[in-house]
Protein backbone atom coordinates (compact mmCIF):
# COMPACT_ATOMS: atom_id res chain seq x y z
CA UNK A 1 0.00 0.00 0.00
CA UNK A 2 1.09 3.63 -0.58
CA UNK A 3 1.64 5.51 2.20
CA UNK A 4 2.68 9.42 3.28
CA UNK A 5 6.18 9.47 4.35
CA UNK A 6 7.43 13.23 5.34
CA UNK A 7 11.17 13.74 4.40
CA UNK A 8 12.62 16.04 7.29
CA UNK A 9 15.30 17.44 5.61
CA UNK A 10 13.06 19.64 3.35
CA UNK A 11 10.35 20.54 5.38
CA UNK A 12 10.10 24.13 6.38
CA UNK A 13 7.26 24.69 8.35
CA UNK A 14 5.21 26.87 5.41
CA UNK A 15 2.26 24.36 6.51
CA UNK A 16 0.98 24.41 2.89
CA UNK A 17 0.21 20.96 3.74
CA UNK A 18 -2.48 21.56 6.31
CA UNK A 19 -4.10 24.55 4.53
CA UNK A 20 -4.82 22.26 1.12
CA UNK A 21 -5.49 19.19 3.05
CA UNK A 22 -8.33 21.31 5.08
CA UNK A 23 -9.46 22.91 1.59
CA UNK A 24 -9.60 19.12 -0.05
CA UNK A 25 -11.78 18.30 3.51
CA UNK A 26 -14.24 21.64 3.15
CA UNK A 27 -17.37 21.37 1.25
CA UNK A 28 -17.21 24.47 -1.13
CA UNK A 29 -13.40 23.66 -1.93
CA UNK A 30 -13.31 27.66 -1.35
CA UNK A 31 -9.63 28.88 -0.47
CA UNK A 32 -11.38 32.32 0.39
CA UNK A 33 -13.96 31.31 2.12
CA UNK A 34 -11.98 28.84 3.84
CA UNK A 35 -9.41 31.83 4.99
CA UNK A 36 -12.30 33.85 6.17
CA UNK A 37 -14.11 31.30 7.97
CA UNK A 38 -17.77 31.47 6.40
CA UNK A 39 -17.18 28.33 5.05
CA UNK A 40 -18.18 24.97 7.49
CA UNK A 41 -15.27 24.31 9.18
CA UNK A 42 -13.10 21.56 8.15
CA UNK A 43 -10.50 19.79 10.23
CA UNK A 44 -6.78 19.14 9.02
CA UNK A 45 -5.32 16.15 9.26
CA UNK A 46 -2.24 16.69 8.72
CA UNK A 47 0.01 18.17 11.53
CA UNK A 48 3.55 20.48 11.24
CA UNK A 49 5.37 19.34 13.96
CA UNK A 50 8.16 22.08 14.87
CA UNK A 51 11.17 22.58 17.27
CA UNK A 52 13.70 25.02 16.75
CA UNK A 53 15.12 24.62 13.01
CA UNK A 54 13.69 21.12 12.76
CA UNK A 55 9.86 20.71 11.28
CA UNK A 56 8.27 17.72 9.69
CA UNK A 57 4.87 17.09 8.99
CA UNK A 58 2.62 13.98 10.35
CA UNK A 59 -0.28 11.95 9.64
CA UNK A 60 -2.25 8.79 10.03
CA UNK A 61 0.59 6.17 9.13
CA UNK A 62 -2.25 3.67 8.04
CA UNK A 63 -0.31 1.12 10.31
CA UNK A 64 -0.20 -2.63 9.50
CA UNK A 65 -1.67 -3.02 12.88
CA UNK A 66 -3.95 -0.12 13.51
CA UNK A 67 -3.91 0.36 17.35
CA UNK A 68 -6.79 2.57 16.54
CA UNK A 69 -9.16 0.30 14.70
CA UNK A 70 -8.22 -2.29 17.67
CA UNK A 71 -8.90 -0.01 20.15
CA UNK A 72 -12.19 1.26 18.43
CA UNK A 73 -15.25 -0.18 20.43
CA UNK A 74 -17.77 0.73 18.14
CA UNK A 75 -15.96 -0.59 14.91
CA UNK A 76 -16.01 3.14 13.46
CA UNK A 77 -12.21 2.32 12.31
CA UNK A 78 -11.46 -0.69 10.12
CA UNK A 79 -8.41 -1.83 8.12
CA UNK A 80 -9.26 -2.27 4.52
CA UNK A 81 -7.26 -6.00 3.55
CA UNK A 82 -7.01 -5.41 0.21
CA UNK A 83 -5.94 -1.24 0.47
CA UNK A 84 -4.35 -1.07 3.29
CA UNK A 85 -6.06 2.12 4.29
CA UNK A 86 -7.51 2.44 8.10
CA UNK A 87 -11.13 3.73 7.31
CA UNK A 88 -13.21 5.54 9.21
CA UNK A 89 -17.27 5.51 9.22
CA UNK A 90 -18.54 8.35 10.81
CA UNK A 91 -22.00 7.03 11.15
CA UNK A 92 -20.90 4.02 13.39
CA UNK A 93 -18.47 6.28 15.78
CA UNK A 94 -19.86 7.12 18.99
CA UNK A 95 -17.52 9.46 19.77
CA UNK A 96 -15.40 7.85 22.76
CA UNK A 97 -11.93 8.96 21.63
CA UNK A 98 -10.38 5.77 22.33
CA UNK A 99 -8.67 5.31 19.28
CA UNK A 100 -7.58 8.94 19.93
CA UNK A 101 -5.28 7.72 22.72
CA UNK A 102 -4.46 4.57 20.68
CA UNK A 103 -2.85 6.37 18.21
CA UNK A 104 0.98 6.20 18.23
CA UNK A 105 1.55 9.12 16.74
CA UNK A 106 -1.30 11.66 17.72
CA UNK A 107 -2.56 12.14 14.50
CA UNK A 108 -6.29 11.81 15.10
CA UNK A 109 -8.56 14.47 16.24
CA UNK A 110 -11.59 15.48 17.75
CA UNK A 111 -14.19 17.24 15.02
CA UNK A 112 -15.99 19.27 17.81
CA UNK A 113 -18.78 19.97 14.66
CA UNK A 114 -19.65 16.63 14.35
CA UNK A 115 -18.46 15.14 17.73
CA UNK A 116 -16.93 12.54 16.04
CA UNK A 117 -13.01 12.24 15.11
CA UNK A 118 -11.31 13.31 11.54
CA UNK A 119 -7.86 11.22 10.41
CA UNK A 120 -5.86 11.41 7.14
CA UNK A 121 -8.06 9.39 4.51
CA UNK A 122 -5.68 10.15 1.64
CA UNK A 123 -8.13 11.91 -0.04
CA UNK A 124 -10.29 9.75 -1.85
CA UNK A 125 -10.98 10.69 -5.31
CA UNK A 126 -7.28 11.40 -5.87
CA UNK A 127 -4.11 10.06 -6.80
CA UNK A 128 -2.10 11.99 -4.93
CA UNK A 129 -3.18 13.59 -1.51
CA UNK A 130 -3.64 17.44 -1.85
CA UNK A 131 -1.05 17.55 0.96
CA UNK A 132 1.78 15.47 -1.00
CA UNK A 133 0.83 17.40 -4.65
CA UNK A 134 0.81 20.69 -2.12
CA UNK A 135 4.43 20.61 -0.67
CA UNK A 136 6.38 22.89 -2.62
CA UNK A 137 9.53 21.71 -1.17
CA UNK A 138 8.41 17.53 -1.98
CA UNK A 139 9.17 17.21 2.08
CA UNK A 140 6.04 14.54 1.42
CA UNK A 141 6.12 11.29 -0.75
CA UNK A 142 3.65 9.16 -1.10
CA UNK A 143 5.40 5.62 -1.48
CA UNK A 144 5.27 2.02 -1.63
CA UNK A 145 5.52 1.14 2.42
Not at 17 to 29: A, D, F, T
Not at 66 to 95: E, H, R, S
Not at 118 to 132: I, Y
Request: hydrophobic share 35%.
Amino acid sequence: MKRIYPIEDFCIACRHCELMCQLEHSPSRDLIQLFKGTSSSSLKRIFVLQKGPVSLALNCRHCDEPLCAYACVAGALTKDPATGIVNFNQDKCIGCWTCIVACPYGVIVRNPGTGRITKCDLCPGRDVPACVEACPNGALALAEA
